[in-house]
């Protein structure tokens, strides 16, 4: 991890589409990136990255990464380790909503209020994640 | 070709979803727009990360059906990682080309859609449909 950069920590979402768990990781990213650490956090767009970015596969290189996962088959944490390295952290949506399993049959277009309240949860879970990962690089 | 229990044919609608401006979530919200009303009994989506990771029910579901990619931005990185999973792609629509057809739209907001980013997502949603219809007639 280089010394004199900007400390920053890549956020990876899995953003599936095909059950609601891949819309928690998104909406939960991005309210890491906009509201719970907006000066620490960078989002890192997986598709790109699956397509062969080379930036965002340096940045998750060289920086460490959080994926956040809809589902146990952890497309964003297996995609990370393939092409830059181990996360420092993956978290799993159905893992943090204990009873939780992937379902197609939720709001996946628009959270309604119990999703949204998973998001949330999700999210103040990366957010500590995030100050774990930042006070081992002191 | 994939049929639904009344043997009709399918078109699998692939977003980018990208993540981190607004023309990622409108490819996103304009592909559940096709796939869950607009034409909900001919299409569907599924999850773009699964299937470049290699899941073989996705791999197969994309080789042995018509595709539509939906992308965000000029990259392309929908219509790219459908072409290496060797899908079949059939058709390829851009976020940026609904804007330059829609001007007076602002889309701006990321993680929730404001209402510029929800009427260029429908006016997408619309072309796609479209492009089913067209692929299904040509079946």
Redo the contacts between chains.
């Keep these: 991890m280089p010394e004199a950069q900007e400390k920053k920590v890549g956020i990876i979402?899995?953003?599936?589409?095909?059950?609601v768990e891949?819309t928690i990781s998104?909406?939960a990213?991005?309210?890491v990136l906009?509201k719970l650490r907006p000066n620490e956090t960078v989002?890192i767009?997986?598709?790109?990255f699956?397509?062969?970015?080379k930036e965002e596969r340096d940045f998750a290189r060289d920086y460490p990464t959080i994926t956040v996962d809809g589902c146990d088959?952890m497309?964003?944490k297996?995609?990370t380790e393939r092409y830059s390295g181990k996360p420092a952290s993956s978290i799993v949506v159905t893992d943090v909503m204990g009873n939780w399993y992937c379902s197609r049959l939720g709001p996946?277009?628009?959270l309604d209020e119990k999703s949204l309240a998973a998001a949330r949860k999700v999210a103040e879970k990366v957010a500590h994640e995030v100050d774990e990962v930042l006070e081992r690089w002191m | 070709m994939k049929m639904d229990a009344s043997g009709q044919k399918k078109v699998i609608v692939?977003?980018?979803?990208?993540?981190?401006k607004a023309f990622?979530s409108i490819s996103?919200?304009a592909?559940?727009?096709v796939t869950?009303n607009l034409r909900k009994d001919t299409t569907q989506?599924?999850?773009?990360?699964?299937l470049?990771?290699g899941?073989e029910d996705s791999l197969q579901l994309v080789r042995h059906n018509k595709c539509i990619t939906v992308d965000g931005c000029p990259?392309q990185?929908?219509e790219?990682?459908v072409k290496?999973a060797g899908g079949d792609l059939a058709g390829s629509l851009r976020v940026v080309d609904a804007y330059k057809e829609n001007r007076h739209l602002k889309p701006k907001s990321?993680?929730?859609l404001d209402p510029d980013g929800q009427k260029m997502a429908l006016a997408l949603a619309e072309k796609i449909a479209k492009k089913v219809d067209g692929l299904l007639r040509n079946q």
């Design positions: 979402s899995c953003s599936g589409e095909d059950c891949g998104r909406v990213t991005r309210l906009g989002t767009c997986l598709p790109l699956l397509a062969g970015g088959k497309c964003a297996v995609a996946r277009r628009k | 692939i977003p980018c979803s990208g993540i981190g990622g996103r919200d592909t559940y727009e869950e989506t599924l999850c773009l990360a699964l470049v990771s899941d990259l990185c929908a790219k990682n290496l990321v993680t929730f």
